[in-house]
T-cell receptor, first 114, second 112 residues
Framework: DAMVIQNPRYQVTQFGKPVTLSCSQT?????MYWYQQKSSQAPKLLFH???????NEADTPDNFQSRRPNTSFCFLDIRSPGLGDAAMYLC?????????????FGDGTRLSIL | QQQVKQSPQSLIVQKGGISIINCAYE??????FPWYQQFPGKGPALLIA?????SEKKEGRFTISFNKSAKQFSLHIMDSQPGDSATYFC???????????FGTGTRLKVLA
């Protein structure tokens, strides 16, 4: 029944070694989001796609990039992870923007940096 | 003006008691207010949401109370159970926009 699926659930990488996190959805939603969540904090929006249109938050580091090859899949690439990038990364989807549309979250990928 | 202030930061309630979490906002353009429940190691799950044209919405043991003039909304969990122990986030957004403004979260512990 999982609708927003994130893989892997846990990812360990080395300082500076590129890493890719993936998200897939079975909801056929137009909008996909990537959030970063650190311990005991609220999710922080990194970027979102409305269909194929990519939108970066102003304070998202250049180190973070994303790809959405089709409606169902979205990837988060961290080019050179630093220790401060250790966090839970959450993918979410919604049918459209606003208009009382809830966001549906996956269970996240916990990223550790050695 | 884009902030959503959430309180308390943590809450301990006895089983069967009422848990109350409060949020306040400044931007009167916000018109959708969801609450999310997050268990450790899991993503946030939508619990209940309200629009400002109603003052209260109830789903099972969960109720949102909304005070438009005070720009405040709160989550009430009736007959709180140990299984309700989780972190709760309020959020606010505007129709036609993509962004949720999240509160800082409340860690609820319900004692058996």
């Amino acid at each position: 029944d999982a609708m927003v699926i994130q893989n892997p659930r846990y990812q360990v990488t080395q300082f500076g070694k590129p890493v890719t996190l993936s998200c897939s959805q079975t909801l056929n939603h137009n909008v996909m989001y990537w959030y970063q969540q650190k311990s005991s904090q609220a999710p922080k929006l990194l970027f979102h796609y409305y269909d194929k249109d990519f939108n970066n938050e102003a304070d998202t580091p250049d180190n973070f990039q994303s790809r959405r090859p089709n409606t169902s899949f979205c990837f988060l690439d961290i080019r050179s992870p630093g220790l401060g990038d250790a966090a839970m990364y959450l993918c979410a989807t919604s049918p459209q923007f606003g208009f009382y549309q809830p966001q549906h979250f996956g269970d996240g990928t916990r990223l550790s940096i050695l | 003006q884009q902030q959503v202030k959430q309180s308390p930061q943590s809450l301990i309630v006895q089983k069967g008691g009422i848990s109350i979490i409060n949020c306040a906002y400044e931007n009167t353009a916000f018109d959708y207010f969801p609450w999310y429940q997050q268990f450790p190691g899991k993503g946030p799950a939508l619990l209940i949401a309200i629009r400002p044209d109603v003052s209260e919405k109830k789903e099972g043991r969960f109720t949102i109370s909304f005070n438009k003039s005070a720009k405040q909304f709160s989550l009430h969990i009736m007959d709180s159970q140990p299984g309700d122990s989780a972190t709760y986030f309020c959020a606010a957004s505007m129709a036609g926009t993509y962004k949720y403004i999240f509160g800082t979260g409340t860690r609820l512990k319900v004692l058996a």
